[in-house]
């Protein structure tokens, strides 16, 4: 009977060792260049610290979500009124990214490891009236045109990184 018991025993020793290696594999993880890695922790919840390029060690207890610190582009097609009531269309590409410091507060700010295209268009929309209302539709059309972009520039840098903790690299007006 002591024989028996002996042998069941021994039968438990491979499958501890197979659970402890699959806990032991949850402690390591790899973060690709150009991105930050969001720390959810299950007992402290959304962490302001990320996880850096390489390879990195965590707790079982927290889950790593991947952030992009690459810039990305977006192209927008928008209406704004100008101060003498016509609308003008604008086609505008910007250039933004999330830095790897703020990867943590945007995540918090949108739950989700990219901005919309509906927030984004939002801001730009918000940015750009600002600054077409202050201009006559002809001298946006004319000189100002280049004075509208930098004051448009300087607005939806400011909008974006108070709202969403996001880098504007740069905007251009297309067509």
Known sequence: HKNILNKRSF??????????LLLLTECFITINANEVGIVYHEFGGLQEEVKEEGFQTKSIFEHITRISTSNRTSQIKIDAQTIDSSYATFNITII???EASNAGKFYKSTNSIEISQQQL????????????????????????????RVDFTDDLKQIM???????????????
Do not use: C, H, W
């Not at 039968?11 to 402890?20: D, K, Q, R, Y």
């Not at 730009?124 to 000189?143: N, P």
């Open 161 to 175: 990184y108070d709202r969403y903790n996001i880098t504007l690299i740069s905007t251009s007006f297309d067509e």
């Open 121 to 148: 268009s939002s801001l730009v929309k918000e940015a750009l009236q600002s600054s077409t209302i202050k201009y006559e539709i002809y001298s946006i059309l004319g000189d100002k045109l280049e004075e509208v």
């Open 96 to 98: 933004y990214r999330v």
């Open 11 to 20: 039968l438990f020793v491979p499958l501890g060792l197979l659970a402890m």
